[in-house]
C-alpha cells in the first residue's frame, strides 16, 4: 500500500514538472501561453459577436463572397474539425511538454509556441470586423490588412505542424502525434481554407 502511495505521489510530482509546475509555481511560458488562450481566444470569438450584432444581416451574409453555396456546409463542418485540432494541440503543448527542456529544430525554446499562438489569433480576431468594414467601404488598403491577417495565420499554423514535428524530446509519442495530427486538422481551415479558397472567392 505505501509503495503504490508512493508511486502514485512520483507519477502526479512528474506530471505536475511537465505541465510546468515546481511547487505549485507554473513555469513562465505555460503563464504566458494559458494568458493568449485566455484572453486572445475568447478575443476571437468576442469578435465575431459584436460584429454580427453591429452589422445588418445582409452585410454578415455577403461574407461568404462567392463560395458555392454547395461548398458551404462543408466549410462551415471544418470549423469543429480545427476547434478539436486546436484543443488537441494546445492539450499537448501546455500539459504534456516540459517548457525547460523542450526544443525544437534543436534551437528554439518553448516560447516559439507562444508567438505561434500569438500570430494565429491576434489576425484572427481582426478577419470578421475588418472584412465587414471593407464590405461597407471597400479599399485596397483594408483588402491588403484582410488577406496579411489571414497569410499570417496560415503561415504559422504551418510553422505550428513543423514545430511539433521537430519538438525534442518526442515523448509521449501518443500525444505527440495526436497534437500533430491536430495541427494538420487546424492548419486545413487556417492556411487552405482560409488563406487560399476564401480570398479567390471573395469580391465586393
Known sequence: MHAATTTTNSARSAHAHVAGKDDATMHPQKKLMAALNLVAGPAV?????????????????????????????????????????????????????????????????????????????????????????????????????IVAGLWTTGLASLALIASIARLQPREPAVARKAALVGSVLFAGQTFLLDSCVWPAFFHV
Open 45 to 145: 470569438l468576442l469578435s465575431y459577436v459584436l460584429s454580427a450584432n453591429a452589422w445588418p444581416s445582409e452585410a454578415l451574409g455577403r461574407l461568404w463572397g462567392d463560395v458555392p453555396v454547395a461548398v458551404r456546409p462543408y466549410y462551415t463542418s471544418w470549423m469543429f474539425v480545427a476547434a478539436t485540432g486546436y484543443f488537441l494541440f494546445t492539450y499537448f503543448l501546455f500539459f504534456r511538454v516540459d517548457a525547460d527542456r523542450v526544443r525544437v529544430a534543436g534551437r528554439w525554446g518553448f516560447g516559439l509556441f507562444n508567438l505561434l499562438y500569438l500570430l494565429i489569433l491576434v489576425p484572427s480576431a481582426t478577419w470578421m470586423p475588418l472584412t465587414l468594414v471593407h464590405i461597407d467601404a471597400p479599399s485596397r488598403l483594408t483588402w491588403m490588412l
